[in-house]
């Protein structure tokens, strides 16, 4: 085991207040971690870099996504494989081992001894999938209109990645503008506790949705059958991947993977590091990056120009740090963590220039490249989906109330093409208010309606107006049609699925 | 025919004097003369207006939520609140009508905060160090420090950063 400690003790935005001490173990070494982190970062603030091998060239695996997205973390726990670690808390006595091929179960006793969780059935007004800031602002919407709601949520903890979003929101004051994202999912987290009507089921993931309008949800020890009578998806996003050699050498994590561990759980994620990608995740990682005392050698952007704000871009800038447009990386080397990465100019048509190679000793290479919506389950569901490289990937056909093609199945947030988390939480807005429209009485129908056309004016005349989100505005323009044309594509692709 | 340069902050991510000026980001001379003003870097069309409610004097004016900031100069008292606020730490207090020296209030977020009294690294916008600078005053808000630091005359405009030890 290494003797290390990644821990950030003082941080100047972030007090990290770790929970109580438990031990548990890791391939017979007690390791010592604290109430509230997770398996997996627990394990890499001990040093831990390797997370699993991959299982047909034994290749070594370290953390990437770290919120449920990949498979890089998958490790077995308790006897159980394929566990994503990086969702999984700490608990006394637990017994975790990593994977060196496909996860085995380690004794054919626990499938013996296996009792399923008995099914409980749950109908409810709304049924939200997702708790990040889109799903929780839906879920306090629909309960302001008295509607019984359930969230579901596949981490141990509620806010989704307002979780590790340090900076203050940019916007205005009533859209939380000025707070910083986790005070964000902090007063999110203690209006829905104060909700009756609001159920939350977390450590749970939303599996698959089936004929007559159930959505199945399973979670540790717990297995639910969910009939909603609208269903809103906002699962969000992953990140994007770039090939290069030793890609897959621990060290080489998502940007946003990189800010769960330091700044949700305050480790640091590693001491010098190389970004790829100059957009506002690229950008806001390397000014959160010194924030936790890790130095950041450049950040490097193949386009001619920043891909982020101007102002994310000054910060880092201030401080010396490079932004080097024209460059790319062309490979990274390490024996079983990022040494050493080396870049390359590229000419207008994204050419490597030979001979305009520089070397960076990082120990850390963050992509930052950009998110893909997870549409996995909408796509399931039957939604028609389109891909749309300006939003990401392939995302739901909507209306402007974010209705899909399903039936009463709404969609809110990333899922829907990648914007940022204030037009997030206006979706959900919008989404609860057309499902409340539909499903209170007539009086209250109206006003929700009114409420969500005056959203709906703000985000797309007002918002959406900045030429800086142009391009996923005209986005969002192309996969938003009429109810008219909804109906078309419902008879064209009928869906066996609906709500309602 | 009139050539107008390219702005290149977007490429570098430095903005020049020159291009605050032609944005109406920079106040005119007979106002940076008279005392401390506020100077709001903030050249692009954002999505965002969190300065103009907490401004106590009400001088920044935005016609919509992504439209650039505008200062009305002679109502700017250079408090520093928007310094504060400013999500995208683009919010800076200029004051160089003083003979001995100029003096630049900055946001700071970075450990260690310094104390009233410290030399510090003085920085430009492109992080080089300009010289040595004293702490005159510090406050806080929502973990934003809000630094007020003497230095040498004419860096006023120059100064955007501190640093009380060299980055690793």
Redesign the interface.
Known sequence: MPHIDRRIY????ITFNRGKRVIFYFEGHPIEAYEGESVAVALYALGVDVFSWSPKFSRPRGPFCMIGKCSSCFMTINGVPNIKACKYPVQEGLVVERQRSWGLLAKSSILEDYKPASSEKIETDVLVIGGGPAGLIAALTAANYDLNVVIVDEHFKLGGQLLKQT???????ELF????GF?IAEELAKKIALEKRIRVLMSTIAYGVFRGGYVGVVGENAHYIIKPKALIIATGAQEKYLDFPNNDLPGVIGAGGAQTIMNEFGVKPGESALIVGSGNVGLIVAYQL??A?V?VRAVIEIL???GG?????????????P?L?RHTIKYVEGDVRVRKATIIAVDEKFNPLPGTEKEFDVDLVLLAIGLEPDSRLAIQAGAVVKYMPELGGFVPVRTRFLETTVKNMYIAGDISGIEEA?AAMLEGKIASLAIASRLVDTSRSSKALEEAEKILKFLWE????????LRAKRGKEAVTISINELEVLRKKFPSPVSFG | MIYVEKFTFRETGIIKLEELKRLNLLPPQERLLKGPVAILECPEEIPCNICVPFCPSKAIQMESIIALPKIVWDKCTGCGICVAVCPGLAAFVVDISKQDADYVTIPHELLPVPRVGDKVMILSRSGEILGEGVVIRVWERNKTYVITIKVPKGLGLEVRAILSRPLK
Not at chain 1, 10 to 13: A, D, M
Not at chain 1, 177 to 180: D, F, S, T
Not at chain 1, 309 to 321: D, P, T, V
């Open positions: 003082e941080h100047p935005i900076h203050k929101f940019f916007g205005n004051v503008g000025g707070l910083r005070q010194l924030q005392g130095r001619p120009e920043i704000w101007f102002i994310h871009a000054a910060k880092i800038r201030r401080y010396g740090i932004i447009t204030t007002e918002y959406r107006a900045s030429p800086l989100l």
